[in-house]
């Protein structure tokens, strides 16, 4: 069946360093995979966009890895703070099919 | 760019009632709209795919009859929960996408959180 799994327990780390998130997926070959974040009581907020011919994609301090054959994408954050504490969600699709999300890693940075 | 409205953000309503939440797009034209739920610390999960003009595409294990979707103008979409059962309590969210492709980016309303008593 198809799977997309994120490390359900909270990401604590301080202030400045790097977080790292991941999203490892089975049975799906995607096109694309997306990161959204989503504050508590609010609608997830799209971040980026990686396509399956590229390994890396960055935006401002945000990093986003897309292995195809390891069949996962990691999600890095650069110089932490406080205000990136959020649930951060991984989604894909294949093609012409919905995006469908994984569970969500919550991040905790601590000042 | 690209606002998605939802409305409320949250209603509180007793068992047997049903409750109306309206999705809209404010600066972009949506043919497509997507319904989710969410239950407290956990993934979204897609209900159904409003199109306009037509019937809504409902995921398995959802009751199109209980969860009625209408998506009668290029910017609303609207879903009701009919007779509603303390079950049903969760947080609803809808999102749409500009550009319309189902990989594209999806702009997500604040979601509606719905409590029956």
């Known amino acids: 069946s198809q799977k997309i799994e994120q490390n359900s327990e909270a990401l604590n780390i301080q202030e400045g360093k790097t977080a790292t998130l991941t999203c490892n997926y089975t049975n799906y070959s995607p096109a694309y995979l997306q990161w959204y974040r989503q504050d508590p009581g609010r609608g997830p907020v799209f971040l980026l966009l990686i396509r399956e011919n590229e390994k890396e994609k960055r935006k401002e301090r945000l990093k986003v890895t897309f292995d195809t054959t390891l069949k996962q994408s990691l999600f890095h954050i650069t110089a932490s703070q406080p205000a990136d504490s959020a649930t951060y969600l991984c989604?894909?699709?294949?093609?012409?099919?919905?995006?469908?999300f994984g569970g969500g890693t919550r991040l905790m940075v601590k000042p | 760019g690209a606002v998605v409205s939802q409305h409320p953000s949250r209603v509180i309503c007793k068992s047997g009632t049903s409750v109306k939440i309206e999705c809209r797009s404010l600066?972009?034209?949506?043919?497509?709209m997507f319904w989710y739920r969410q239950f407290p610390k956990q993934s979204l999960m897609l209900m159904a795919t409003s199109n306009e003009g037509s019937k809504a595409t409902y995921e398995q294990g959802v009751e199109k009859d209980k969860f009625l979707i209408n998506h009668a103008s290029l910017t609303l979409s609207t879903l009701t929960v009919t007779s509603a059962h303390p079950e049903d309590s969760s947080f609803y969210i809808c999102?749409?996408?500009?550009?319309?492709?189902?990989?594209?980016?999806?702009?997500f309303g604040n979601g509606t959180r719905l409590t029956v008593t």
């Open positions: 600066d972009f034209q949506a043919t497509t």
């Open positions: 989604a894909l699709a294949n093609a012409g099919n919905m995006l469908t």
């Open positions: 999102s749409a996408s500009p550009a319309g492709h189902y990989n594209s980016p999806l702009h």
